[in-house]
C-alpha cells in the first residue's frame, strides 16, 4: 500500500499534484532506535514528548536511547483549547526543537496542533492502533465546545513500535478497526458530493483507502491465524494509509464523512450529557446507523424533486437549531453557512441530472450491508450500539443524532441531503 502512496504521488490521473510532508512512516521492532538516527540526521538536540498519564510508560523506550523531557497531560484529556494551551505553555519554557506525539488520538491532535501554531516539527510514535489520525494533517478539536477540524502540522516522520501498539488494551485496537470500516460510508459520501455536486473526487485516493479497508478486513478473517501482534499491525498499517490519504488529500473528505459527523455530534454533547465510547467505537456505530440510514432510503427511493427544492435558508434555520445547540448555534451557522449566505452553503450546490439516480445506485454497490459491519464490528470486538457506548439506546435517541450530526460540519454527505429534503418539507 506504502508503493501506492508513492505512485499517487508521482503521477495521479485525477490532475491534481498531491504532496506529503511525512518523509518516513516507519512500523517496525526497531523503531525507537530508527527514530534516535531520524532525531541525529536532523540535528535535533531538545525533544520534547508529549504524552498522558496512560502513554508516559514507553517514554523511556525513547529517553534511553536519546535525550529529551516529557510534558503529560491528563490520562482522559482531549482535544482541546485548554489543553492545547498548557502544552504550549511548556513549549514556550523549554524552547523544544521537535516535539514527540507518544499516545494515541488527543495526545497526536494536542501535539500536531502545538507544533503547527509554534512552528514546530513533531514526530509520531503511536501507542495503540487506535484511531487514524497520527500521520494525518488536520486536527479533530474540540474548540469551545464545538467539534472543529483546524488544518495543522502533520509530523515529519512516525515510527510505530508492534511491540508497544500490540500490547494496548484489545478495546483500542477494535476502536481502530471501527475507524477504519468508517470510510466505508466516508468514501461513499464523497461520491455523493461529486454526483450531485461536481465536488472533485480522486479515484487513486478512493482507491488507496478501499485497500486499505480490504486489507483490514482480511486480517480480521484471519486473526486467529496470522496470531494477535501481526493482527495488530495490520490495523495500524490501515490507520496509517487512511492518515496519508488525509494528507494527500489536503482534507479529510477520504476518511470522514456522515459517520464522523454522528461521533462529533456525541462529543459536542448536545443531545448527550456524557459518552463513555472512544473515537473509533463512536463512528463504527455512527457507520452503523448511517448505512442503515441509506441503504433504507436508496431502496424506497429518493424523491429528486424535494432534493432539488431545497433550501439552505430553511435549513438553517435559526429557532430549529438553537434548542439543540444552544450556545454553539452561532458557530454551527458560521460552519454550514461558509460565506456567509446561503449560497456559500454545499446544499446550494446540489443539481440533478437524468443520471443520478443510476450513479448513486451504481455507487452503493461499494456500500456494505449493515448486517456485514455489524459482523465486522462484533468480529472485532468493537460495540454496535449507542447504549453500549453510554449513549441513550432509545431508537429516539439515534433518530435525534441522524436529524443533526449533519449540521457537525458543512461538508455534503447523502445524510445531510436526506435530513435537508426533510426540513425543508417541515419548515
Same mark, same amino acid.
Given at each position: ?13 485525477? @490532475? ?6 511525512? $518523509? ?10 530508527? /527514530? ?15 504524552? =498522558? =498519564? ?20 491528563? @490520562? ?33 491532535? !494536542?501535539? #500536531? ?9 513533531? +514526530? ?12 494525518? @494533517?488536520?486536527?479533530? /478539536? ?21 511491540? *508497544?501498539?500490540?500490547? %494496548? ?29 461536481? $465536488? ?40 496509517? &494509509?487512511?492518515?496519508?490519504? &488525509?494528507? +494527500? ?5 477520504? %476518511? ?63 429557532? %430549529? ?10 458557530? !454551527?451557522?458560521? $460552519? ?6 446561503? $449560497? ?5 450546490? !446540489?443539481? !440533478?441530472?437524468?443520471?443520478?439516480? #443510476? ?33 441513550? @439506546? ?5 433518530? %435525534? ?6 449540521? *457537525? ?19
Amino acid at each position: 500500500m506504502f508503493e501506492h502512496v508513492l505512485k499517487i504521488m508521482e503521477s495521479c490521473p485525477c @490532475g491534481r499534484r498531491h504532496t506529503l510532508l511525512t $518523509e518516513e512512516c516507519v512500523v517496525a521492532l526497531d523503531a525507537e532506535e530508527q /527514530m534516535q538516527a531520524y532525531i541525529a540526521a536532523k540535528g535535533w538536540r531538545n525533544p520534547l514528548i508529549v504524552a =498522558d =498519564d496512560n502513554t508516559k510508560q514507553f517514554a523511556p523506550r525513547l529517553t534511553a536511547l536519546f535525550p529529551a523531557k516529557l510534558t503529560a497531560v491528563d @490520562g482522559h484529556a482531549h482535544a482541546t483549547e485548554i489543553w492545547t494551551a498548557k502544552v504550549g505553555e511548556v513549549v514556550n519554557a523549554e524552547r523544544p526543537d521537535v516535539l514527540i506525539a507518544c499516545g494515541s488520538g488527543s495526545v497526536h491532535d !494536542i501535539t #500536531r496542533y502545538v507544533a503547527h501554531e509554534h512552528g514546530l516539527p513533531f +514526530l509520531s510514535y503511536p501507542t495503540a492502533a487506535s484511531v487514524d489520525g497520527f500521520v494525518s @494533517g488536520v486536527a479533530a /478539536m474540540t474548540w469551545h465546545g464545538q467539534k472543529l477540524t483546524f488544518p495543522s502540522s502533520p509530523p515529519v516522520a512516525s515510527f510505530a513500535n508492534p511491540a *508497544v501498539f500490540a500490547s %494496548a488494551p484489545a478495546l483500542l485496537t477494535a476502536s481502530g478497526v471501527g475507524d477504519v470500516l468508517g470510510k466505508y460510508s466516508s468514501l461513499f459520501d464523497w461520491r455523493v458530493g461529486q454526483i450531485l455536486t461536481g $465536488e472533485p473526487l480522486c479515484e487513486e485516493l478512493a482507491a488507496l483507502e478501499s485497500e486499505a479497508i480490504g486489507e483490514l478486513v482480511e486480517a480480521l478473517s484471519r486473526r486467529g491465524e496470522i496470531g494477535e501482534e501481526a493482527y495488530c499491525e495490520k490495523v495500524m498499517n490501515a490507520l496509517q &494509509i487512511s492518515g496519508l490519504a &488525509i494528507q +494527500l488529500s489536503g482534507n479529510s473528505r477520504p %476518511a470522514s464523512g456522515a459517520e464522523h459527523h454522528m461521533s462529533h455530534l456525541w462529543e459536542m454533547h448536545r443531545l448527550n450529557e456524557t459518552n463513555d465510547g472512544l473515537h473509533g467505537e463512536q463512528v463504527g456505530v455512527g457507520l452503523l446507523a448511517v448505512v442503515r440510514t441509506y441503504h433504507g432510503a436508496l431502496a424506497d427511493g429518493l424523491d429528486y424533486e424535494r432534493i432539488s427544492e431545497i433550501d439552505p435558508r430553511k435549513v438553517m434555520d435559526r429557532a %430549529a437549531l438553537e434548542p439543540v445547540f444552544r450556545d454553539l448555534t452561532d458557530g !454551527i451557522l458560521r $460552519e454550514n453557512l461558509p460565506g456567509g449566505t446561503p $449560497e456559500s452553503s454545499s446544499l446550494a450546490k !446540489i443539481r !440533478i441530472t437524468p443520471d443520478t439516480d #443510476r450513479r448513486l445506485k451504481e455507487a452503493e454497490k461499494l456500500l456494505p450491508s449493515a448486517e456485514a459491519i455489524e459482523d465486522l464490528l462484533r468480529r472485532a470486538g468493537a460495540p454496535t450500539t449507542c447504549g453500549e457506548i453510554g449513549l441513550d @439506546g432509545s431508537p429516539a435517541f439515534l433518530e %435525534a443524532s441522524l436529524r443533526y450530526a449533519p449540521y *457537525v460540519r458543512d461538508r455534503l454527505t447523502l445524510l445531510k441531503v436526506l435530513m435537508a429534503a426533510e426540513r425543508s418539507r417541515e419548515a
